[in-house]
């Protein structure tokens, strides 16, 4: 059973978790900050849309092989995000890391 967690408030992830909840072999559940600790998700999904979705990248830190998918309702756009994340000590970190992708 694939677990997913939308992170946030917004009315739009709490559609989508209705929505999502009558998928077979999914177990959903709603939360951010705090809330979401114990909760080891497959994928997570956050409202782009929402000022406070930044902290739910301190998940992708923590595990890089989590799915981060952001929607955004206002357009209909689905981002998908993944890979590490590090902190960069210098630009020619971030450079070289932009190169290499």
Known sequence: MKKVLLWGNSI???????ALRDVTDLEVVCASGAAARGFAPDVLIID????HCGDALTLLRARPDLRVVGVNAAT???????GPVFLAQSMEEVTHTILDF
Not at 12 to 18: D, I
Not at 48 to 51: H, K, M, R, S, Y
Not at 76 to 82: D, K, Q
């Open 12 to 18: 739009f992830l709490a559609g989508l978790a209705t």
């Open 48 to 51: 782009l849309d929402d000022v």
């Open 76 to 82: 209909g756009a689905v981002s998908v995000l993944s």
